[in-house]
């Protein structure tokens, strides 16, 4: 199993393009997450996604669209990037529990930088 | 004020010597993470529990829900546990909704 995957690793914007960062995983989970990790400040949810067809909004979705129309994979698109939104960002899936999430896995991050 | 407090922010260490990081929540919670981020940015899943105690090797995590505390200890730490420690707690939002809200980190650095 290739675990959860993210492209690209790196990416550099200006101001006002657009781009989908893309995240699949191999596990059947239903559960995947968009996450953005800056200095100083926890991770923060950007996304969610409890099954193929259903999203939500997490803590700071501004500026970002989803989409799951698989199980496998679950894009974020950033519609008109700006210096606010450069991050690193990380996706995760996780089974479904009794109780919501599972064990979280984590892909291995794109680290966004927007000019 | 955040949800999650982790304590202390930093942490040096001698190899050998065992560690705590602590985990103070505010809400109600159905499940509490600890995950570890290595330098080079990736993240794993060490431990989620609900209540009582768990241990995977030389780590172990514990969980107080009363007092809403977790902590996660080494035993006998090595340069190589050299890591950010987070803390992130599982709260439900409504219909098949959980939220995690994640602690800032504890920083990690175990010297030879």
């Known amino acids: 199993n290739a675990g959860v995957t993210q492209t690209p690793k790196f990416q550099v914007l200006k101001t006002g393009q657009s781009m989908t960062l893309q995240c699949a995983q191999d596990?059947?989970?239903?559960?995947m997450s968009w996450y953005r990790q800056d200095p100083g400040m926890g991770l923060r949810l950007i996304h969610y996604?409890?099954?193929?067809?259903?999203?939500d909004q997490g803590e700071v979705p501004n500026g970002y669209n989803v989409s799951r129309s698989t199980t496998e994979d679950f894009p974020l698109r950033l519609l008109s990037a700006a210096p606010s939104q450069t991050s690193v960002y990380f996706c995760?899936?996780?089974?479904?529990?009794?109780?919501?999430?599972?064990?979280?896995?984590f892909g291995p991050g794109t680290r966004l930088t927007v000019l | 004020k955040n949800e999650v407090e982790q304590s202390p922010q930093n942490l040096t260490a001698q190899e050998g010597e065992f560690i705590t990081i602590n985990c103070s929540y505010s809400?109600?919670?159905?499940?509490l993470h600890w995950l570890q981020q290595h330098p080079g940015g990736g993240i794993v899943s060490l431990f989620m529990?609900?209540?009582g105690k768990k241990k995977h090797g030389r780590l172990i995590a514990t969980i107080n829900i009363q007092e809403k505390h977790s902590s996660l200890h080494i035993t006998a730490s090595h340069p190589r546990d050299s890591a950010v420690y987070i803390c992130?707690?599982?709260?439900?939002?409504?219909?098949?909704?959980?939220?995690?809200?994640f602690g800032k980190g504890t920083l990690l650095t175990v010297n030879p």
């Open positions: 596990m059947n989970h239903e559960y």
């Open positions: 529990l609900s209540s």
């Open positions: 992130a707690v599982q709260t439900y939002s409504g219909g098949s909704n959980y939220k995690l809200t």
């Open positions: 995760a899936s996780s089974r479904a529990g009794l109780a919501g999430y599972n064990e979280q896995f």
């Open positions: 996604s409890v099954g193929a067809g259903i999203t």
């Open positions: 809400v109600g919670i159905s499940a």
